[in-house]
Every structure is written in structure tokens, then in C-alpha cells.
């Protein structure tokens, strides 16, 4: 049984709201949301990894029914049946309540220092597991990642830019929004550089010799996707985190996409919500943001909310970054 202390909002969270998305469990005619947690355990079995008064995250998604391959041996993430239930967001209630009860499995522990910050581990997950998997595709070969960019300044794309410049990268984080703002600011006491693309396009800003090893596109636009590809240098990985919505055709000159991967031994690679590992990264690198830089992730959180007011925190402010509801 774990207490809830605080949940963070994001777009999903909105589309949930409004209905465009989600399953309630079938047992019920609606669903809890809240996806981003961070709670206090109650109870907990003798014996188990967490116990009372433990700071945990828990993970979202739960094997499908069909005993498919990956489920079956805990990577929920990787399910190939789609039929996977996920908290908060399809099948499951979610963390917008007082309290819960999990599996000791599927949470994972998280120092107290980060208490005000942890709701972060959620959406930082995400772009952990790309990292990983990445990582472990690059090691094909003598592989030497030096440059990194990131499409979109959401707080996925911002948490994302921040652990790979933790890894020592130099990090460029590129998005809509117009030089000389907050999270421009914010990036750089990071060490990272922003690029506002109305400015400087990508193509001019990743050419020869800024070519990138790392692309990732949180920038859940489409429109970005090509500009990502043909940003990779040789060698590289292109990492896309965006569910883009809809459908919208676009030209693309696919004779000189697919020529540039296969002449340059470039990778693409899709990757979708996180297990129980990418989670515990997420908390390592939150730890280590907050060591190196005390103070910066909690400059994320732009607003905080008790949680009667969470019909307020669904409409979003121009300037905010992520908004926090506090139950505790
Ligand atoms: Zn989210
Ligand atoms: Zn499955």
C-alpha cells in the first residue's frame, strides 16, 4: 500500500481528460488518471525490497493477457501483442488518488533528497530506455558518441538533454520557442545550448562537421522527424519518442534518406514508455542532476497544485514547464 505524495501532469494526462484517449478498468465506468508518481510506502510484506516509509516510483505498464514473449519475462515495455494494460492510462487506474496498491515489483525505491523532484523519473524514463537501447545497438561497433541534439523543450526533451549532457555530451536542445527565454536559461545553467529553429534551421546547424551522434525527437511533431534523420552523422542513432496523432503526408526525398542511412550505417529506432531498469536509470540520473546542479530539476516544476485543484492544473499556462499536484 503506498501513499500518494504527488503526481505530475503532462499532454497525456490532458488527451485523457478530454476523452480523446484512454480505457477505464472493465470492471469500472471511469478512470483514474495520473501516470507521473511519486508516493510514501503504508505497508509493505516482511521481507519485501521496499518497505514503510520508503520514497517510491511506480512503473505503468502490465503484461498483456497473451503470454507474449517479452511480458512474460518482465519487459512489459517491449509487449508485441499490444494488448498490455497500462496505470492511469489504459485498463488501470492511475496515481491521482490518496493511495494505491502494487505489486513490490513494480516499484522502484528513490532517495529522499529528491522528494520534491521524483514525479520526474516518470517522464525522463521514457528517453532513458531510447539511451539504453541505443547504447546497446551502438556497441556493433567502436562507436565513439561525442554530439547530441534533441528535438522539443517539453520536459521530456529537457530531462532527456540534461542526462545525456551528464554523460559528458555536447548537448543541443532545439524547439519553437524563441531565443532568450526560460528554458533557455534553464538549459544553460546546464551547460546545454538551445536552438530556436525559426532562427537557425537544423540543416544549417548539423552540417560536416556538427553532424550528430545522438538524435533524439521529443518534439511530438512530424514535421520534425525528417529534420532529426538527416541530422545524424555516420555511424549515428536517431532515437523517436514523439506519439505523433493523425495523419498528415509529407514529401520526403526517400531515395536520398535511405542512401545517406545505408551509406553512413545510420539507425533509426522507435521506443515507447519504460520497464523497471529504465526507471531506475531515471532515478540514478535525477540523483546525479540534483548532486551536480542542486536546485535545477526542481526549476522544472513551474507550478505546484494541491490536488483539489487538479481541473485548474489541466489548463496550461504559456511559460509552464510541468505542474505538480501535491496529495501530501
Ligand atoms: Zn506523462
Ligand atoms: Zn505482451
Known sequence: MVRVHSAGLCATDLDLHLGNIGRAPSECDYL??????????????????????????????????????????????????????????????????????????????????????????????????????????????????????????????????????????????????????????????????????????????TRGANAQDIVIDASGSETAVPSAIEALAPGGICILASVTRGSRPITLDIATVNRNIVLGNRVILGTVKAGRRHFEMAVRDLETIETRRPGWLANLVTRRLPYDQALTAMTRAPEEIKTVLHFA
Open 32 to 205: 483514474v488518471i495520473g501516470h507521473e508518481n511519486l508516493g510514501i510506502v503504508e505497508h509493505a510484506p516482511r521481507g519485501a525490497k521496499v518497505q514503510a516509509g520508503d520514497l517510491v516510483v511506480s512503473t505503468l505498464r502490465r503484461a498483456c493477457g497473451e503470454y507474449c514473449r517479452p511480458c512474460l519475462t518482465g519487459e512489459q515495455d517491449m509487449c508485441v501483442t499490444g494488448k498490455f494494460e497500462e496505470r492511469g492510462i489504459a485498463g488501470l487506474h492511475g496515481f491521482l488518488s490518496e493511495a494505491y496498491a502494487e505489486d513490490t515489483f513494480y516499484l522502484v525505491k528513490v532517495p529522499s533528497a529528491l522528494i520534491e523532484t521524483a514525479t520526474l523519473a516518470e517522464p525522463l524514463s521514457i528517453l532513458e530506455k531510447g539511451i539504453d537501447h541505443a547504447m546497446r545497438i551502438q556497441s556493433r561497433f567502436s562507436w565513439e558518441p561525442k554530439k547530441a541534439l534533441v528535438m522539443g523543450a517539453g520536459p521530456v526533451g529537457m530531462l532527456g538533454a540534461a542526462a545525456l549532457r551528464m554523460r559528458g555530451y555536447e548537448v543541443i536542445v532545439a524547439s519553437l520557442e524563441a531565443e532568450g527565454g526560460r528554458k533557455e536559461k534553464l538549459l544553460a545553467e546546464v551547460g546545454i545550448r538551445y536552438l530556436c529553429i525559426h532562427t537557425t534551421s537544423i540543416a544549417d546547424a
